[in-house]
């Protein structure tokens, strides 16, 4: 049973930048995609980024341009820099198989902007 961990969410102003990350406890070589996800206040959970195993990216056009999703699936690890943040980025960001999320989800991590 995989289990994912993020971490790297806080506090941060208008046109500042963070760094997620996404740590895996199992191998998550078996899925083709892995994604991150965000969830505000009153809406859906919708996916923002992707990246495969092929290291081939994705993104939602709301953040394409401002967020850069990274890492190694190999390793059990994605990572999601956030530049030029905007109020409407807060929200808990999760990570999980991009377009079909079929891993438990984690507890997720709070990105707050303010303006």
């Known amino acids: 049973q995989v289990q994912l961990v993020e971490s790297g969410g806080g506090l941060v102003q208008a046109g500042g930048s963070l760094r997620l990350s996404c740590a895996a406890s199992g191998s998550i070589l078996s899925i083709n995609a892995m994604g991150w996800y965000r969830q505000a206040p009153g809406k859906q959970r919708e996916l923002v980024a992707a990246i495969t195993n092929g290291g081939n990216t994705n993104y939602a056009g709301s953040v394409k341009g401002r967020f850069t999703i990274s890492g190694d699936l190999a390793k059990n690890t994605v990572y999601l820099q956030m530049n030029s943040l905007k109020p409407e980025d807060t929200a808990v960001y999760y990570c999980?198989?991009?377009?079909?999320?079929?891993?438990?989800w984690g507890q997720g991590t709070q990105v707050t902007v303010s303006s």
């Open positions: 999980n198989a991009a377009w079909a999320p079929i891993f438990d």
